[in-house]
């Protein structure tokens, strides 16, 4: 796991690692139990998911119920990563519809909560892609997220607030 997630930072590993049928061991190992093989795997899907083509075919390949569930994770790491992940799937318009079908907002509002500040921007990052969408906007507030992205604006942390001010503007 190690030595794809260090060949995942390169833009041109990024396709070849799908090219190669890389996906579908990483979602598996999604499942794992091992919080390290955890860090890994996410740390290489964030990577990869920078690229259009992965971001649909991790979908495909079915990480959108790992993930989510690794939102609720309690180790360190874990759940900042997951939602980085997300981050950048819901970067996909027909992902951000998926993502939510997925019931991800309870966690990610739960996120933004969070004491660490790098959890909360990932989490509010991936809201603000998710709120491109009208109808995911409608679930957000649904979800009594209003007032969760009310406290994110008073964040001192620039980023968390230039993401929640997106998403009350969308």
């Known amino acids: 796991a190690v030595a794809i997630r260090n060949l995942s930072f390169s833009p041109?590993?990024?396709?070849?690692?799908?090219?190669?049928?890389?996906?579908?061991?990483?979602v598996a190992a999604l499942r794992s139990t091992d919080p390290k093989i955890h860090e890994h795997v996410l740390v290489t899907l964030r990577n990869i998911s920078s690229n259009q083509d992965n971001k649909v075919r991790?979908?495909?390949?079915?990480?959108?119920a790992p993930l989510v569930f690794l939102l609720r994770s309690t180790a360190d790491l874990i759940p900042?990563?997951?939602?980085?992940v997300?981050?950048?799937?819901?970067?996909n318009l027909v992902n951000q519809?998926?993502?939510?079908?997925?019931?991800?907002?309870p966690p990610l509002l739960g996120l933004c909560r969070?004491?660490?500040?790098?959890?909360?921007?990932?989490?509010?990052?991936c809201l603000r892609n998710l709120s491109v969408n009208a109808e995911n906007e409608v679930k957000?507030?649904?979800?009594?997220g209003l007032p969760v992205i009310m406290q994110?604006?008073?964040?001192?942390?620039?980023?968390?607030?230039?993401?929640?001010?997106?998403?009350?503007?969308?």
């Open 152 to 170: 994110c604006l008073k964040m001192e942390d620039r980023a968390v607030q230039e993401h929640a001010a997106v998403i009350v503007r969308n």
């Open 86 to 91: 997300l981050r950048n799937l819901a970067s």
């Open 12 to 26: 041109e590993n990024e396709i070849r690692i799908a090219a190669e049928n890389g996906i579908v061991p990483l």
């Open 97 to 105: 519809v998926k993502i939510v079908q997925e019931d991800a907002l």
């Open 140 to 144: 957000i507030v649904a979800a009594n």
């Open 114 to 125: 969070a004491q660490n500040v790098a959890i909360v921007e990932q989490a509010v990052g």
């Open 80 to 84: 900042q990563l997951a939602a980085g």
């Open 58 to 64: 991790i979908v495909q390949e079915g990480a959108l």
